[in-house]
Each structure stands twice: as C-alpha cells, then as structure tokens.
C-alpha cells in the first residue's frame, strides 16, 4: 500500500485560499489516480475531486467547479488541491486517497480507493 500524509490545511477567512498537499510514498506514485475527499462534522466523507495517474483527467463536485483545482507532480509524489473563494461550509477534515490501476481514468467513489491519509483540518470562518 503506498502510505499518504496531507498537509496545508489551517483556519482561513471566507474568501480566502489554501492549498492542501498530499505526499505518497512506498509505491510507484505514477500507478496512483488520486482523490481529495472531505468531511464535515455529523456528515459523510463526500468527494471533492479526483485526478487520473498522468493527471491528464479530472473531476470536481458540481458545488465546487471553478473554485478548487487538483493538480499532480509525480516527480514529487505528490498531489495537490488548491481551494480558492473559500466559504464557511468548505470547513471539514480534508483527505487524499489513492487508487492502483492501470488505467487512465478518475474515481470518484469511497469504495474504489484502497490508501487514505490521516487528513487535514480547513476551518473557514465567517
């Protein structure tokens, strides 16, 4: 399994940025499409987006198109989300996820990832 850790998270005002990072290692990060996913408190862990292992596709959540981008460097092992205009209801705890596969296709599913990082905390506040 490759091993995941976030980062970036932090308290931020609404309309603020962050940009959270996600470094894998213990495995081939290329054979990896990615996924950000998020939770809220009393709420399920939802998807945020989703980056295929050449980082030639994505997927965002309707709700968020145009403001979050997810990005990949694999020469850095490690994938990116970039939060812009963020709002109060952005705040939960932020987690990367990483799927093997041979393809070249997203997943937006819970389910369809085997590796998930600890998570980071974004705070937005009114």
């Known amino acids: 399994q490759v091993q995941l850790v976030e980062s970036g998270g932090g308290l931020v005002q609404a309309g603020g940025s962050l940009r959270l990072s996600c470094v894998a290692s213990g495995r081939t990060f290329s054979n990896y499409a990615m996924g950000w996913f998020r939770q809220a408190p009393g709420k399920e862990r939802e998807s945020v987006c989703a980056?295929?292992?050449?980082?030639?596709?994505?997927h965002y959540a309707d709700s968020l198109k145009g403001r979050f981008t997810i990005s990949r460097d694999n020469a850095k092992n490690t994938v990116y989300l970039q939060m812009n205009s963020l709002k109060p209801e952005d705040t939960a705890i932020y987690y990367c996820?990483?799927?093997?596969?041979?393809?070249?296709?997203?997943?937006?599913?819970?389910?369809?990832?085997?590796?998930w990082g600890r998570g980071t905390q974004v705070t937005v506040s009114s």
């Open positions: 980056i295929s292992r050449g980082g030639g596709s994505t």
């Open positions: 996820a990483a799927k093997l596969t041979g393809s070249r296709t997203y997943y937006t599913e819970r389910y369809e990832y085997t590796s």
